[in-house]
C-alpha cells in the first residue's frame, strides 16, 4: 500500500521557468512533510519541509504547498536552474509512528537549456 | 563533521554469501534508519534503530535481514545467503532525535550498492 505517492515519474522544464511536483498521501495522521534531492550516486539530501497546520512554507526558490482536504502537495521551483536537475522524493511522518519516514518513488526533474 | 558515513560502497557477491553493510551515523545523532532503493523504485522503510534497541524492523524481511545498532561502533544492516533480488542500494539516514516538535529530518549516506552475481 503506497501511502506517499507521486505519480509523474519525470518531468521536463525549461530554464528559468517553474518547476512543479506534486505529491499525494493517503494516511491522514501524516503531520510532516518533507521534500528530497537526489543526484545519481549520491544520498538524498533534505530540501524543505512543512508542517500538518500550515498551507505554505518558502525557502529561496523553493516553496511547498500543502492542501491538507486533498491530501496533496506540491513543491515549486523558481526559478529553474540546470543544477535542479535531479530525482526529487517527497516524504511523510507521523509522530504516533515513531517519526518513521515513508517516501514515494520519486520524480526525475530535467531541467532543459 | 564526516556525515552519515557508509562502507562499502561498492560490494559484489555470489549468490549464497553473506553482505555485510555499515553506517555510522553523523557525530550527535542516536537514531539510525536503513532504506532499501530498487532500480526505478523509491526508497523503502527497513529499518529504524537506536542504540542498542530495534524500535521498527516493519519493513525488513522476515528472512535472511537483520539489523543492530550497538552500543560502541556502526551500524550494521546483514543480510544472509544473498539472492540476485537483493541487489539493490542501501541507504543510511541518521537523526538527532524523534517525537519532539519540528520535521524528523534524516540525515542521508551516500548509499552501499550490492550487487548480486
Known amino acids: 500500500d503506497q501511502q506517499v505517492k507521486q505519480n509523474s515519474p519525470s518531468l521536463s522544464v525549461q530554464e528559468g521557468r517553474i518547476s512543479i511536483l506534486n505529491c499525494d498521501y493517503t494516511?491522514?495522521?501524516?503531520?510532516?512533510f518533507l521534500w528530497y534531492k537526489k543526484y545519481p550516486a549520491e544520498g538524498p539530501t533534505f530540501l524543505i519541509s512543512i508542517s500538518s497546520i500550515k498551507d505554505k512554507n518558502e525557502d529561496g526558490r523553493f516553496t511547498v504547498f500543502l492542501n491538507k482536504s486533498a491530501k496533496h502537495l506540491s513543491l515549486h521551483i523558481v526559478p529553474s536552474q540546470p543544477g535542479d536537475s535531479a530525482v526529487y522524493f517527497c516524504a511523510a511522518s507521523a509522530a504516533n509512528r515513531d517519526d518513521k519516514i515513508i517516501f514515494g518513488k520519486g520524480t526525475r526533474l530535467h531541467i532543459l537549456p | 563533521n564526516a556525515g552519515v558515513m557508509q562502507n562499502p560502497r561498492h560490494l559484489v557477491r555470489r549468490r549464497g554469501q553473506e553482505a555485510r553493510l555499515r553506517c555510522s551515523p553523523m557525530?550527535?545523532?542516536?537514531?539510525v534508519y536503513w532504506y532499501r532503493q530498487l532500480p526505478e523504485e523509491g526508497l523503502k522503510f527497513m529499518v529504524y534503530?537506536?542504540?542498542?534497541?530495534?524500535?521498527?524492523e516493519s519493513g525488513m524481511p522476515k528472512e535472511r535481514f537483520s539489523a543492530e545498532f550497538p552500543k560502541e561502533g556502526p551500524s550494521i544492516l546483514r543480510i544472509q545467503q544473498v539472492v540476485r533480488g537483493d541487489s539493490a542500494a542501501y541507504f543510511c539516514?541518521?537523526?538527532?532525535?524523534?517525537?519532539?516538535?519540528?520535521?524528523?529530518?534524516?540525515?542521508f549516506g551516500a548509499g552501499s550498492r550490492l550487487t548480486v552475481l
Open positions: 557525530k550527535g545523532h542516536s537514531h
Open positions: 534503530l537506536q542504540k542498542e534497541n530495534i524500535i521498527d
Open positions: 494516511n491522514s495522521m501524516f503531520d510532516y
Open positions: 539516514a541518521s537523526s538527532r532525535r524523534t517525537g519532539s516538535s519540528g520535521a524528523n529530518v534524516l540525515t
